[in-house]
């Protein structure tokens, strides 16, 4: 039956046509933000997961900043260590010399204090954003490592970095420990001996925390690129199948535009049977 009150065909044909603009809209909307989910309408429950690992990404990219600034320190204090074990040596072949009778003790004295003050010098310089981990009054300190999510609660985990004292008159080898005039230069040799062996152990207890460092620090940037590629394939959008249902959707509405008109002109073909 056909009426000129009511036209079913333009209405069945204006909500497909409806429907279809909506469609596009949707799909030029992931188009224009490469996300298939871009805010909480789209998908609560994906959005609400995305945004809690997009905020872990960003606390670990603060984890990866402390872990860079943490190496940066501690191989600065292991290669104080390194260097005063080397001027350490030096002083150890000065002392050692010194055993012998027809030397110059004076100047080899002299030698032995230049070192000491070199030790202090380059214990002095062993800081890095204000923080000297080998330096007379240090103390131990802590670098952050890591951020831990369990049932919802946030935890940050920490490598612990043991300061270690290496300055000349800790160390017993400054002017008042090692003084070869007065004689004595077998204790002095065992002197200086003790004091290689702490510079050793320092520099090794740094190199070994320098390098759980590091490791913490490459893992870091492989879980955030993991779990950023995770974030991706959650909420960005296929453009491949994206663009293809766009054109798709676009010959839709052409055909939906022009299923509307030929049922809009339904009516006037009802003024024929009156003529």
Known sequence: MSSIMTN???????????????NMAETQSQ??????????KDNAAVWAISKTMEADVQGFNGVSDALALGSSTVAVARSAAETVTELLTEMKEKIVSAQGENVDHA?????IAGYAAQIDGVVKAAQFNGLNLV???????????????????VTASSIDVVAADLSAATLGVDAAGIDVTAGGTQAHLTSVEAAIATTIDAAAAFGSVQGRIDIQSEYISSLTDSMRSGIGSLV??????????????????????????IANQAPQNILSLFR
Not at 31 to 40: F, Q
Not at 244 to 261: D, P, T, W, Y
């Open 107 to 111: 100047k080899i004295q002299a030698d």
């Open 8 to 22: 079913n065909s333009a209405m069945v044909a204006l909500a497909t046509l409806r429907n279809i603009n909506s």
């Open 236 to 261: 960005d959008a296929d453009m491949e199948e994206t663009s293809a249902r766009l054109q798709a959707l676009q010959v839709q509405q052409q055909l939906g535009i022009q299923a509307l008109s």
């Open 135 to 153: 330096e007379n009054g240090s103390t131990d300190t802590t670098v952050l490592s890591s951020m831990d999510r369990a049932a919802g609660v």
């Open 31 to 40: 188009i224009s933000t490469g996300k298939s989910v871009a805010t909480a």
